[in-house]
Nanobody, 114 residues
Framework: VQLQASGGGSALSGGYLRLSCEIS????????MGWYRRLPGKELDMVAE???????NYANSVKGRFTVSRDAAKNTIFLQMNSLKPDDTAVYYC?????????WGQGTQVTVSS
């Protein structure tokens, strides 16, 4: 399984960005997909996740602002980030999980300035 993330960049506070992550390879055993982020000097934290039944889960800090979704036909997951805050500045990583392994995409930088 390979993951290729795109869509990071810079935005002003209150603005928006959309991240995409294309998943290729053997996707048949994937049960959960989503996004983590690493804030400067901090550990990796879950941001949003979606399972194969489209059940979603969000970190409290992004609820109501971020939306995770997937396009099964395009093998892509998305993270729509609205009402961005400077505290959202981080490197964002997409991931896909099977019953025994987790796969990661490369990080994409998101920078929000006030």
């Amino acid at each position: 399984v390979q993951l290729q993330a795109s869509g990071g960049g810079s935005a002003l506070s209150g603005g928006y960005l959309r991240l995409s992550c294309e998943i290729s390879g053997d996707r048949s055993r994937i049960t959960l997909m989503g996004w983590y982020r690493r804030l400067p000097g901090k550990e990796l934290d879950m941001v949003a996740e979606i399972n194969v039944f489209d059940y979603t889960n969000y970190a409290n800090s992004v609820k109501g602002r971020f939306t995770v979704s997937r396009d099964a036909a395009k093998n892509t997951i998305f993270l729509q980030m609205n009402s961005l805050k400077p505290d959202d500045t981080a490197v964002y990583y997409c991931y896909a999980k099977t019953s025994d392994r987790q796969y990661w995409g490369q990080g994409t930088q998101v920078t929000v300035s006030s």
